[in-house]
């Protein structure tokens, strides 16, 4: 491979200030790197047009023609200056121009000439030219085969360096007179190849820079998505067998009377069958003396705190203490009080530690922890700090882990010895199932994918500015049947003076039309300090206000089932996946519950689509779904600083099928041969360890 380690300076046509260029603007060092850097799209060379065919309609459409320069000249002054070419074929004439660099480009051409010409047309109040055609002359190309031309990335400062599209264009293809199939090997086994019908890595990569047609094209990519993306799933699948092998944990074999009690007289409802299913996952691997690293996916409502509390409830039965973890003190506050309702009288001691709780009671309460008197604590990161010491720590509970950071949840594994707790992962943003394979793929996934019964479904309506009047109806007419209303205001950081700014206009015009004594509001932002925030939450949830004003720092948390409308203002600006959490604030009670969403008469298409979604389903995971089409993977909450995601070619919104195909073909090789020992999987043994090289330092969950 020493031809693709050459430093890129070394590239004919290339050089140094070139190469500085090329190193800071695409991160491309060496000839390997240029290799694999990729079109984004292509322009079909492969046909040429007629004059005489070109006509109305057709504005910004690529065209190729073969005709003669027939005259060139500076035409305008000043700003207005430009250089316009006649073109002329057998069926008619059409003007080319230049505005940028045509003093250089006069020079460079020659009237009486036959040129080739590829461009873009504009259509200018009727009349049709090519502004800054790509132009060479016609003898030079006429042995090249024609291709469709590949389209790289590019940015003002290598455009002004002859580095546009066409000057990485020349590069590439010098490159690829220099490479030989020894400079690629295969990395994948012939058996893959065939079954998958792939060409050799060689081609695929000729072709992904030049192909021929259509046809070849495909068939590069495809190869090479898969095998970006079965390569990332054999890494994490291996990860999870050898952490499975490696990592023992305590078994929890019994299933005693705190379990069996709480399940056959306690529980206020049926289990829904998803709970069930999820439960019986658990149980198993808290059995089988190996470390349990599981993901629990549930829509908002649909039970997860439950599964959570049995989880928690055979590690009792199995003489372990369990800890539930919170991002929110008032998150964790309703965990606390939910979980102590539902053991009420079964002589079960549940602790709650927070930031907030401090002096003796904060000594006592580490001082039971730490002697065994306390079998549950539930808390914020407070749970995390040093002088916290669990007797025997069997169990520890995440809820929405990815507003934690790696090194707090690593302390958490070392309160417990000599193994790691089980760990469960709780989250209510639902994942779309590519980016879960992608992201979890080494761990274990439950989802838990229904609601429980007599959940009625939350209604959603979009309504624009001048149909507030009638929003603000309806809002009296909940309040008068003893309901209680959110409206939401948007908080984006950089604009957060006017977002306050928009939020108290909010609140000055809500209290007009909602005057006291007759109504009571509360109003929360994230600029107030936490204890005036938690008053203000507190009398909202106590039932003391109707209308509760916030940004979105109500997104997680506060559960209050009287609550049934939610307004959601400005709706264009929040993403698909807030606009749900949001929603899933009311329809907490038996009652209808509505989301309004409020917006501007102007919309993007973007935020068309957002609310259209929003109104046809409340399916978390078809709402995770569009998120992903519409934002792509590394927009999505949690997944920016996931070095899993930088992919050359492969889109999880689109290429779901290739991943199912590229993990279910990995989960059969290391089912097969787990450490590619095997003569036929030689190709796979080579590149994984030049591979687990190059993702040293993955961050996972656990």
């Known amino acids: 491979m020493s031809t693709l380690k050459t430093k890129i300076e070394f590239l004919k046509g290339v050089g140094p200030t070139k190469a500085e260029l090329l190193k800071t603007e695409l991160g491309i060092f060496t000839f390997g790197d240029l290799l694999m850097h990729f079109p984004f799209r292509y322009v079909d060379k492969t046909k040429f047009h007629q004059i005489r065919d070109i006509g109305p309609g057709m504005d910004g459409e690529n065209v190729q023609l073969k005709g003669v320069l027939r005259r060139l000249e500076m035409v305008g002054s000043g700003r207005g200056k430009r250089l316009v070419g006649r073109f002329r074929d057998e069926t008619g004439v059409i003007e080319l121009v230049w505005f940028k660099g045509a003093n250089w480009i006069q020079k460079s051409l020659q009237t009486g000439i036959e040129y080739i010409v590829f461009g873009r047309l504009n259509d200018f109040r009727g009349k049709i030219s090519i502004p800054h055609p790509e132009i060479e002359p016609f003898v030079e190309t006429a042995n090249k085969p024609l291709t469709l031309a590949p389209v790289y990335h590019s940015t003002d400062k290598l455009n002004g360096k002859g580095l546009d599209a066409k000057g990485q264009r020349k590069l590439t293809a010098i490159l690829l007179n220099k490479i030989t199939q020894e400079d690629i090997p295969e990395i994948l086994p ?17 072709d992904i820079h030049y192909p021929k047609n259509p046809i070849d094209l ?24 050898n952490r499975k092998d490696a990592l023992k944990g305590y078994a929890f074999q019994k299933i005693g009377e705190n379990f069996l009690g709480f399940y056959n007289e306690k529980i206020p409802f049926e289990l829904t069958g998803a709970q069930k299913r999820v439960i019986k996952e658990i149980r198993k691997d808290l059995g089988s003396g190996r470390q349990m690293n599981r993901l629990l996916q549930g829509d908002v409502g649909s039970g997860k705190t439950m599964v959570g509390l049995m989880s928690m409830l055979m590690a009792l039965d199995n003489g372990f203490q369990a800890a539930l ?37 904060r000594k006592e309460l580490l001082k039971f922890l730490a002697a065994g008197d306390l079998d549950f604590v539930i808390g914020t990161h407070a749970l995390l700090e040093e002088p916290v010491i669990f007797k025997n720590l069997g169990l520890a509970i995440t809820d929405e882990q990815h507003r934690f950071g790696v090194k707090q949840r690593s302390r958490l594994w070392k309160k417990s010895l000599p193994y790691p707790p089980h760990i469960l992962v709780m989250t209510a943003t639902p994942i779309p199932r590519t980016l879960a394979m992608t992201l979890y793929g080494d761990l274990d996934v439950s989802v838990i994918d229904e609601l429980p019964p007599g959940r009625k479904e939350i209604k959603t309506l979009h309504k624009y500015e001048s149909g507030r009047l009638r929003v603000f109806g309806f809002i009296r007419d909940e309040i008068k049947k003893g309901r209680q209303v959110y409206i939401v205001y948007p908080l984006i950081e950089e604009s957060e003076t006017l977002d306050l700014q928009n939020l108290e206009e909010g609140y000055e015009s809500i209290s007009r039309d909602f005057p006291k004594p007759d109504y009571q509001i509360s109003i929360v932002h994230g600029r107030m300090k936490p204890a005036d925030k938690d008053f203000e939450m507190q009398r909202f949830v106590k039932g003391e206000t109707q209308i509760m004003i916030a940004t979105t720092v109500i997104e997680v948390g506060v559960n209050v089932p009287n609550a049934t409308v939610m307004v959601i203002e400005n709706t264009e600006r929040f993403g698909l996946s807030q606009l749900h959490q949001l929603r899933g604030r009311v329809g907490r009670g038996g009652e209808q519950s509505y989301c309004i969403l409020m917006t501007g008469n102007k919309l993007s298409n973007d935020s068309k689509q957002r609310i259209q979604t929003m109104c046809a389903t409340n399916n978390g995971f078809e709402i995770a779904d569009a998120d992903l089409r519409l934002r792509g993977p590394g ?35 290391l089912d097969d041969d787990p450490n590619f020992k095997l003569p036929r999987n030689e190709p796979i043994r080579r590149y994984m360890l030049y591979y687990a090289k190059k993702v040293k330092g993955w961050s996972r969950i656990g």
């Open 218 to 241: 495909s068939a590069a990519t495809n190869r090479l998505k898969f095998e970006e993306l079965f390569f990332l799933q054999l890494r994490l699948l291996q990860i999870r067998k």
């Open 635 to 669: 927009n999505i909450e949690g997944t920016q600083q996931s070095g899993t995601l930088n992919f050359r070619l492969a889109d999880l919104s689109k290429d779901g099928k290739i991943l199912q195909t590229a993990r279910e073909i990995a989960h059969r090789v």
């Open 325 to 361: 973890m919170a991002p929110t003190e008032i998150l964790a506050q309703q965990h606390y009080q939910s979980i102590t309702a539902y053991v009420k009288g079964m002589g079960i001691r549940v602790g709650f530690l927070s930031g907030s709780i401090k002096g003796k009671k």
């Open 190 to 206: 012939d058996y893959i190849l065939g079954k998958m019908k792939f060409p050799s890595r060689y081609q695929a990569i000729r």
